[in-house]
């Protein structure tokens, strides 16, 4: 069965180049076009040479970076918060201002001279 070179480089987690690069070393004619076809018997040279390559790239999609995984048993359902309570200042009362009596002082009279 015949696959597509880019699907291949996929599978392995190695690049196009470098799998055309091995192939022409072992006598294969390959174009480097991702899609060249790699015969069978390719297929499972490429397996012998870069199969840990396999391993490698699964441990590495397994691997979780900045965030762990999360279960269901560990979800926790969000909670609306509670709108602001509007806080009352009752100002202390205010004693109405005191008027004070006035004096009334009377003025001497000025006399004129004329």
């Known amino acids: 069965m015949q696959q597509r070179l880019v699907k291949v480089a996929k599978e392995l987690n190695v690049g196009t180049d470098t799998i055309v690069e091995y192939l022409s070393k072992k006598?294969?004619?390959?174009?480097?076009?991702?899609?060249?076809?790699?015969?069978?018997?390719?297929?499972?040279?490429?397996?012998?040479e870069f199969g840990g390559n396999i391993a490698i790239k699964e441990q590495a999609n397994?691997?979780?970076?900045?965030?762990?995984?999360?279960?269901a048993a560990d979800v926790i359902a969000p909670v609306a918060p509670e709108p602001p309570k509007k806080e009352v200042h009752v100002a202390p009362p205010v004693a109405p201002p005191v008027e004070?009596?006035?004096q009334k002082t009377e003025a001497p009279e000025r006399k004129t001279e004329s």
Do not use: C, W, Y
Request: proline share 9%; no cysteine; aromatic share 2%.
């Open 27 to 48: 006598g294969f004619a390959v174009e480097a076009k991702p899609t060249s076809m790699i015969s069978e018997d390719m297929h499972n040279l490429l397996l012998q």
């Open 62 to 71: 397994n691997m979780v970076i900045g965030a762990r995984p999360v279960k």
């Open 100 to 102: 004070k009596p006035v």
